[in-house]
Each structure stands twice: as C-alpha cells, then as structure tokens.
C-alpha cells in the first residue's frame, strides 16, 4: 500500500524537549518494513507560530509570513528525516512533490514540509497523496477526528465516525467560516481529497501507534473519510 502520513507539528514537536521525532520515526520505518510506501508530510505547529507572530510583530508582509513557516515545517522535517535510519529513508527533504515522487519511486521514504505560501501542509499531504496515486492518506492531529463543531468550543459537537468526501468539505467550511473555530483538516485539503477520491483517515495523533494500527489493521479512533474514485 503507498501512503502519506500527515503530522502536524504540534504532534510531531510539541516542544523542542517534549517531541514525539524518534517514536513517529520508528512507526514509518515499520509501515516501510512491512512493505508499505511511505511519504511523512510535516507542519509548523507552535514553533512555526512563535516564529510568525515574531515576524508580524516586525512588519512581515503575509507572503515573507508563509515563507518563515516553510522554513520552520521543513526544520521539523528534517528533525524526523534526521531519526530514520538511512537505507531506508531519502537523503533530503523534498521540496516538492516531483522529488517526493522519486524518493517513493527508489523505494524510499519520503519526507516533505511546505512547499508554496498560502498552502498549509494539510493541502500538501493531499496533493501529494493525489500525485503519487497514494491507497491511503492519514492526518496525525490533535483531535480525535472530524467533529460537527469545534470541540473545544463547542461542549455538545460530536465525531462523525465516517464522512463522504462531500460531507467533509460542507462539515470543514462551515467550521472554517465560524470566528475562531479550529477544523482539524484545512479546507483546500479537503477539496484535493475530494477531487482525488482519497481515502483519507483523521485521528488523535499524540500516540504515533495509532497511525501504524490504522494503516496496518484498519483500527482507528478516529474519523473515516470515504474516497470516490
């Protein structure tokens, strides 16, 4: 199975002495060693952040903005690219999905930041995920899945245990429009997985195992997106 693993990187780094690095590394190589293609996608989180809200502060425009968090998705990255072993994994983070392509295609393992401003690197998981023909495209998050409401808003939201493509868009853009509310997939992902037909699984991220037990069982807590091919 060829798969891309999104992890956001308040999942993979919670901070830079609390990190999570050598455990998602050790799950990757496992889904690699049992066969599996693997791709690893990595956010900015709260580094990232700091690093913006420093930069506002100093007059960036939103462009140089975008840019200093690419930098700070790739560091995290190469954080992870850094605790794979080396026959195993790529020699450098790609920068785009071309280069992600070739690793997979050399039977590597891929890892990739952002790569263009105004794109988060929910929207690259799904691209690449769409351009390397991925099975499976799994988002490591901060919450157990997809919910009606911003669950940390919203006491009565509840998790949508499966959602079509369609339902995710509709479910995403009406959080997205609410002030504040946090959506666990951004919106210009869920229009690639839609457009792709991925099959996409979103779930608690805070234990690296979860990711190995969904794409090795198909066991997860999580939130089950439907692909349409």
Do not use: C, W
């Not at 954080?79 to 920068?95: F, G, K, Q, R, W």
């Amino acid at each position: 199975m060829r798969v891309v693993v999104s992890v956001g990187g308040s999942v993979l780094v919670p901070t830079p002495e609390e990190n999570r690095v050598e455990p998602y590394a050790a799950v990757i190589e496992g889904l690699a060693a049992s066969g599996h293609e693997v791709a690893a996608v990595v956010g900015g989180g709260g580094v990232a952040r700091e690093y913006i809200g420093a930069a506002r502060d100093l007059g960036a425009n939103e462009i140089e903005l975008d840019q200093l968090g690419i930098a700070v998705t790739r560091l995290n990255a190469r954080l992870l690219l850094a605790a794979l072993d080396e026959p195993v994994a790529a020699s450098t983070v790609a920068e785009n999905y071309e280069g992600a392509d070739e690793a997979l295609h050399r039977g590597d393992i891929a890892v990739m930041g952002g790569v263009v401003p105004a794109q988060t690197t929910d929207a690259v998981a799904a691209a690449l995920a769409e351009y390397v023909n991925a099975d499976l495209l799994v988002y490591a998050t901060s919450v157990p899945g997809v919910f009606t409401a911003d669950p940390n808003e919203d006491p009565d939201a509840e998790r949508h245990d499966e959602l079509t493509a369609e339902q995710l868009v509709e479910t995403v853009a009406t959080m997205e429009m609410t002030a504040g509310a946090s959506a666990p997939v951004d919106l210009l992902a869920t229009k690639v997985i839609q457009r792709a037909g991925l099959e996409t699984i979103v779930l608690d991220g805070s234990d690296p195992e979860r990711v190995r037990r969904a794409v090795e069982a198909g066991e997860f807590d999580g939130t089950r997106v439907v692909g349409e091919r």
